[in-house]
């Protein structure tokens, strides 16, 4: 009786398996970083000339407030940065970002100090630029996530280059939380002020800066003891800062 040999073909081996895997899932990543890099670089020269219409965070705050049953107020009128009084652009170097105007997009001595701090104490403080918290409030989500500090750097980068600095400051007088529902310059001195954002005094433009830490928080008008404080420091240092030169 003759015997039937069955020959079977060898199992390709795990290292062959994932190569395989490898070579088809490359090709896709690839294709979507070009993807990210075009849409990306897109938006970044699109918002160098066009007012940004509204912001992650915005949208955020919407959906919070929704969730939670509360009264959604949303106040956001773009300005172009002739009409913000010079006061304002001033108080936010003062407060946030002392470098602003010759710094890359990073402060990293600021960094450094922030780091430090935070391991020595209990509250947690930023050391982002101005530029960097453009770049996080136009284009990307809140959080601490590695993933989103690595897009914000990109970001920064990318408005450095493409936006320079009065463009920077501009979209981030527009655009960023000063107060409950109040987004930029003219809705701030609005609501904080009754008055357009071209007519804040030193004093005015520094109670606007001082909340910025938390404007949910904190009040630019009857404020507390620590705001206080912070409204006349900021007021002692814009007097240093001279004339802007974008």
């Known amino acids: ?37 075009g849409i990306s670089i897109f938006f970044v020269v699109l918002f160098k000339f066009v007012p ?7 949208v955020i705050r919407v959906i919070e407030n929704k969730s939670a049953g509360k009264e959604n107020y949303f106040s956001h009128d773009w300005e172009p940065i002739e009409n913000i009084s010079v006061n304002l652009q001033k108080a936010v170097i003062a407060s946030e970002d002392g470098t602003f105007l010759v710094h890359n997009g990073f402060d990293f001595r600021a960094m450094q100090k922030a780091y430090k701090s935070n391991e020595r104490g209990r509250r947690i403080k930023g050391g982002s ?8 409030n136009v284009f990307l989500w809140q959080g601490r996530s590695y993933l989103r500090k ?27 939380e000063m107060g409950n529902g109040i987004y930029g310059a003219q809705a701030a001195a609005e609501h904080w002020y009754r008055k357009n954002a071209s007519d ?34 900021i007021v002692r240092i814009m007097r240093h800062i001279g004339k802007i030169k974008y």
Do not use: C, D, H
Not at 52 to 58: C, D, E, N, Q, S
Not at 153 to 174: H, Q
Not at 206 to 230: F, H, Q
């Open 200 to 233: 804040l005094t030193p004093e005015q433009a520094a109670g606007i800066a001082a909340i910025l830490p938390n404007p949910r928080k904190y009040s630019a008008t009857s404020s507390s003891s620590y705001i206080n404080n912070r409204k006349s420091k």
């Open 1 to 37: 009786m003759a015997t039937k040999i069955i020959s079977k073909k060898p199992k390709p081996s795990a290292k062959k398996q994932s190569g395989n895997f490898m070579s088809k899932v490359s090709p896709f990543l690839f294709k979507a970083f070009l993807w990210f890099l």
């Open 150 to 176: 690595g897009l914000e750097a990109y970001f920064t980068v990318l408005i450095e280059l493409i936006w320079g600095k009065e463009r920077i400051m501009e979209v981030y007088l527009n655009s960023i």
């Open 129 to 136: 630029t101005i530029s960097q918290q453009t770049a996080k």
């Open 52 to 58: 940004v219409p509204f912001t992650p965070l915005m």
